[in-house]
T-cell receptor, first 112, second 111 residues
Framework: GIQVEQSPPDLILQEGANSTLRCNFS?????LQWFHQNPWGQLINLFY???GTKQNGRLSATTVATERYSLLYISSSQTTDSGVYFC??????????????FGQGTILTVHP | DGGITQSPKYLFRKEGQNVTLSCEQN?????MYWYRQDPGQGLRLIYY???????QKGDIAEGYSVSREKKESFPLTVTSAQKNPTAFYLC??????????FGPGTRLLVL
């Protein structure tokens, strides 16, 4: 099945810093989503972005489907941005078709 | 408000016991999903259903069972055959293959 790798696994920032999270995937995908998991476990949708660039406030995301990667940018980070960020892709073919496969996540800690 | 609800928030299972986790959605979504998350890991797909009265196994279906008798409901039963059931269980729904929306989760612990 499709493989999803996220980097870095851990990231520690001071409040106000910018960061870039990366998601690489091993095959063509029908869609790609970025999520933020808060300390209570709730998964919050950030972006649905199979290709192109989207922005939502301090967050933006870019997916280059032909090169099989996506980037999540966080600008002017705040302590409330802390948590785990997941990338998930919906497979295009074979055993991955129709299934959302998650990466292992990036743990972000923002210090005041 | 539209959304996905899961109950209970915490569930304790004794050895050899079957337990059922509830997932309800009022988003009018056709597709529903169950995922398992272990500490420090991503989510793994247990079962999914794209339409009422139909469901498919995901990547880790052994020891679990589901039913989809109503569009709004997709309960998951953790059977005694699941030898390592302690985990965080998340339910999701979507319109076809579009954005999946997740419920708040159920934490299952073995006594």
């Amino acid at each position: 099945g499709i493989q999803v790798e996220q980097s870095p696994p851990d990231l520690i920032l001071q409040e106000g810093a910018n960061s870039t999270l990366r998601c690489n995937f091993s095959d063509s995908v029908n869609n790609l989503q970025w999520f933020h998991q808060n300390p209570w476990g709730q998964l919050i949708n950030l972006f649905y972005i199979p290709s192109g660039t989207k922005q939502n406030g301090r967050l933006s995301a870019t997916t280059v489907a032909t090169e099989r990667y996506s980037l999540l940018y966080i600008s002017s980070s705040q302590t409330t941005d802390s948590g785990v960020y997941f990338c998930a892709v919906l497979g295009y073919r074979g055993t991955s078709y129709g299934k959302l496969t998650f990466g292992q996540g990036t743990i972000l800690t923002v210090h005041p | 408000d539209g959304g996905i609800t899961q109950s209970p928030k915490y569930l304790f299972r004794k050895e050899g016991q079957n337990v059922t986790l509830s997932c309800e959605q009022n988003l009018n979504h056709d597709a529903m999903y169950w995922y398992r998350q272990d500490p420090g890991q991503g989510l793994r797909l247990i079962y999914y259903s794209q339409i009422v009265n139909d469901f498919q196994k995901g990547d880790i279906a052994e020891g679990y069972s589901v039913s989809r008798e109503k569009k709004e409901s997709f309960p998951l039963t953790v059977t005694s055959a699941q030898k390592n059931p302690t985990a965080f269980y998340l339910c999701a729904s979507s319109i076809a293959e579009e954005t999946q929306y997740f419920g708040p989760g159920t934490r299952l612990l073995v006594l």
